[in-house]
């Protein structure tokens, strides 16, 4: 347990579904970050939040809508994916301004796109 | 740009083979390093990390990363692997901002 909870664990949703990854934190934590993991490419940033104000998009695709409405929780709206966007998302936090800290990662939602 | 580069892409090692993994990154600033580790079905978890001081660097489980500022390079290192070291490991650089860039990973498999 790592104090980052992501469900659900599995989603299986056909492309024109519309649906919405959910991450909480309990680690007292001021930013958050949503990764892609898709087999043999690094860990890919797509969004950073960062006291709930979003400081990064990596040129990800508007069919992936990320909203955090407080620190401590993160979603990912997800609406007419294309079966390339199965992978593994993960949810991140750390403490944003401080010094040697590290991040905390949730166990990830498998998404397959159908 | 920030990347990182991990060499192995697939490992294979017999128990109490020595590990050695490369990672070498390419960031315009103060860097800080990490390893982390994803074992079958579980999260990513922190292997060790390099912010400033000692290069030689000691984690969990044994494990060990040197940090060579004049190589930009931070491998991983592991005297003798154990069959519970079947994994995937991930190095990564993040900056001042905390934000992480990974590399493509490196999947290990011990046979016992």
């Known amino acids: 347990e790592t104090g980052v909870t992501q469900t659900p664990r599995h989603l299986v949703m056909g492309m024109t579904n519309k649906k919405s990854l959910k991450c909480e934190q309990h680690l007292g934590h001021n930013a958050m970050y949503w990764y892609k993991q898709s087999a043999k490419k690094p860990l890919e940033l797509m969004f950073v939040?960062?006291?709930?104000?979003?400081?990064e998009n990596n040129s990800v695709p508007s069919r992936f809508s990320p909203e955090c409405p407080n620190s401590s929780h993160l979603f990912l709206h997800l609406h007419t994916l294309q079966p390339e966007d199965s992978a593994l998302y993960l949810c991140a936090s750390s403490q944003d301004g401080q010094e040697n800290t590290e991040a905390f990662f949730g166990q990830g939602t498998r998404l397959t796109v159908v | 740009a920030q990347s990182v580069s991990q060499h192995n892409h697939h490992v294979i090692l017999s128990e109490a083979a020595s590990l050695e993994l490369g990672c070498n990154y390419s960031?315009?600033?103060?860097?800080?390093l990490f390893w982390y580790v994803q074992y079958p079905g579980q999260h990513l978890q922190l292997l060790l990390k390099?912010?400033?001081?000692?290069?030689l660097v000691k984690g969990i489980k044994g494990f060990e990363a040197e940090f060579i500022k004049s190589k930009f390079s931070f491998n991983l290192r592991k005297p003798s692997v154990q069959w519970s070291d079947t994994a995937e490991y991930f190095c990564?650089?993040?900056?001042?901002?905390?934000?992480?860039?990974f590399g493509t990973g490196t999947l290990l498999a011990v046979q016992p």
């Open positions: 390099y912010f400033s001081g000692d290069p």
């Open positions: 990564a650089v993040g900056g001042a901002t905390n934000k992480l860039i």
């Open positions: 939040y960062s006291l709930e104000e979003r400081v």
């Open positions: 960031y315009g600033g103060t860097v800080n």
